[in-house]
């Protein structure tokens, strides 16, 4: 089969083996794949939790047809088109553990579009209702919403009742798309008077929770902006994996500080995030409430163009690729 491929040039389209799935797996023969910023650091040749180096199939969200199912799998079957999670996903067939894999609720939904949403969906309502504990009325910001985990963050958070929805994004134009997907109010986390903005609206009290995806130098006016006993989810850190923080401000508004990834989760928990995400919001995808804009759909052979694009910053929502 085709893959995409980490090589000491870059990625390259090479030839590798059918993976075959183990007992809990499905094999999926893949029609479209979703580009993520995880997607980056791998295809620099870095490693993004056990995944990275040289050889490595990158992608980590795909959609397809399920070709063939192992022993243990529950709840779906050959020819099923489903959404997957997982791992070198970028190839002409790739597995998935059978928790990561869900059926595309919508048989007028193609590949692409369902290509773009595990990632995002998940992510976002781990980090909204599960760690985020948002409350109906309550106020939200996510920090780096023009990407497309934060497009569908601002949507969800709309969908579970916040009241008030802050999208930041360093970027005029996609800035002021952000109210089309759900946002009040549209900041530059790169001005610092966007903290007055936040504070502002929020008759000074500041938001009950943030979404960071940005973490690094936005750390210290995030805690400025968030209400007191508030909560800040650490998703992402496209600012700066460190960076200068104020403990004593911290402590002072008595802000949950919660840092969340899936690269240190077990299988049994991922399954989980998955399974709470579709129970909660998989009647909203069916119906279109949820969905994304899709930026632009290249070849799997241009593969080295779509991540230049996402490396530039250049696109507004999902990156895909097509498969076969």
């Given amino acids: 089969m085709k893959a995409a491929t980490v090589t000491n040039i870059g990625v390259k389209i090479l030839d590798a083996p059918t993976p075959k ?4 797996e499905v094999l999926v023969r893949v029609r479209a794949c979703g580009l993520n910023r995880a997607d980056l650091i791998v295809s620099g040749g870095a490693s993004h939790g056990s995944t990275g180096g040289a050889g490595t199939i990158v992608g980590m969200e795909f959609s397809g047809e399920v070709a063939e199912v192992g022993t243990e799998v529950q709840g779906l079957a050959v020819g099923d088109r489903v ?28 590949y692409e579009k369902a290509a773009t949403l595990p990632v995002a969906l998940q992510t976002m309502h781990d980090a909204i209702v599960t760690n985020g504990a948002l409350k109906p009325g309550q106020s939200m910001m996510i920090q780096g919403a023009s990407s497309g985990v934060g497009i569908m963050g601002m949507q969800i958070a709309k969908h579970k009742g916040a009241a008030l929805v802050v999208g930041s994004s360093t970027n005029t134009e996609r800035r002021a798309r952000l109210k089309d997907f759900g946002a009040d109010l549209a900041v530059d986390p790169s001005d610092p008077a966007w903290v007055d903005q936040v504070l502002e609206a929020t008759g000074g009290k500041g938001v009950d929770a943030i979404i960071d995806q940005i973490s690094g130098y936005v750390a210290n006016q995030n805690l400025a902006a968030t209400a007191i006993k508030g909560r800040i989810i ?24 919660i840092g969340v990834t899936f690269r240190t989760r077990s299988l049994e928990e991922v399954r989980e995030i998955v399974r709470l995400t579709w129970a909660d919001l998989g009647d909203a995808v069916t119906d279109g409430a949820l969905s994304l804009p899709m ?3 290249y070849p ?25």
């Fill in 21 to 24: 799935p183990k007992s809990n």
């Fill in 300 to 324: 799997l052979e241009e593969v080295t163009d779509a991540l230049a694009r996402m490396k530039a910053n250049e696109h507004f929502g999902k990156i895909t690729l097509s498969v076969g």
């Fill in 83 to 110: 959404m997957c999670s997982g791992g070198a996903g970028w190839a002409e067939y790739a597995v998935a553990d059978w928790g990561r894999a869900v059926k595309i609720p919508d048989t007028n939904m193609s």
């Fill in 295 to 297: 930026d632009r759909t």
């Fill in 234 to 257: 650490n998703v992402g850190r496209l600012g700066g994996f460190s960076g200068d923080f104020n403990f004593d401000l911290h402590a002072a508004r008595r802000i949950k500080y």
